[in-house]
């Protein structure tokens, strides 16, 4: 194929979505995994998921080549706090840092290129991190913020049920999509926004202030970073619905724009003569 070929992706095919995966030790093994939540997302947002479980910084840009979005998933490891320069707070908590080597620089690349972004709970912190922000490491412990984690010991059902308000700052992207002025979220997490980095705008806040969704404003593509977990039962909740539709129309049209640039080109004046 010529290098500069549409790809198999093209107009008719559904845009690619690069799915990272965690680190797990089963028995003696490591393995790669990937919830079937956040696939099945991708799929609910007319997208093809890739999941990806690691890469080196040249792997990086080539699955960048290919890609037409990313999906940082949410995961039960946290961010290793030597990224936002703290000591690790609680070792018994688990960390990721193979995930951490490679999405942390694949984040700033992915949006320089205008792809769009959509990311979940521990993606939603990666963003912060790898643009400069940093995190409370145990949100539960700070003054005049509330317990966001989960219940201990309940299905999922429970887990996973609506907690709490967010409340959707105006002029956003949030509140285009859904011109709600609040919504309820589960919640799920025990570490969360400390400083937001630069370039980043709040797009909805928990009641006790806690950033709960932000987007990036200097972005050239779609962005939207979520601390809840919009994925559970997605097909059956329309605010969920509306962001993954948004997403996945974001991936189609860069895909579109990719294909179009990617067209070989013929100047006749320079062709030779049959």
């Known amino acids: 194929m010529h290098r500069d070929a549409p790809s198999a992706a093209g107009p ?6 690069l799915v990272p995966a965690c680190n797990r030790q089963v028995g003696e093994h490591p393995f790669h995994i990937a919830g079937k939540k956040y696939v099945d997302a991708v799929r609910l947002a007319g997208c093809l998921p890739l999941v990806v479980p690691s890469a080196s910084p040249e792997e990086i840009d080539e699955l960048l080549a ?4 990313v999906l940082l998933t949410g995961s039960p490891s946290n961010v290793h706090p030597s990224h936002f320069d703290e000591d690790v707070h609680n ?9 951490d080597a490679w999405t942390l620089p694949l984040i700033p690349r992915a949006l320089r290129m205008g792809m ?15 643009l400069g922000g940093s995190l ?9 913020l509330n317990d966001h984690r989960a219940p201990e010991g309940q299905p999922p059902e429970i887990a996973y049920a609506e907690q709490h ?12 999509l859904l011109g709600h ?8 997490h025990g570490q969360g926004v400390k400083t ?19 987007s990036v404003e200097a972005s050239r593509g779609f962005s939207l970073c979520l601390q809840w977990h919009p994925e559970w039962q997605a097909a059956s909740n329309p605010v969920s619905m509306k962001m993954l539709k948004a997403f996945g129309e974001a991936c189609a049209a860069f895909r579109d724009y990719r294909n179009e640039i990617r067209q070989p080109r013929h100047d006749f004046k320079s062709d030779p003569e049959t």
């Open 12 to 17: 008719a095919g559904k845009p690619i979505v």
């Open 66 to 69: 290919i890609a037409h979005g």
């Open 91 to 99: 070792p018994a908590l688990p960390l990721d840092p193979d995930r």
């Open 116 to 130: 769009p972004l959509f990311a979940i709970c521990r993606g939603f912190q990666e963003a912060n991190v790898a």
């Open 136 to 144: 409370h490491q145990a949100v539960q412990e700070q003054s005049g």
């Open 165 to 176: 308000e967010v409340h959707v700052m105006p002029g956003g992207v949030l509140e285009g």
């Open 181 to 188: 002025e609040h919504f309820r979220v589960n919640s799920l």
């Open 196 to 214: 937001l980095a630069p370039g980043l705008r709040v797009e909805a806040v928990a009641p006790d202030g806690l950033v709960e969704a932000f």
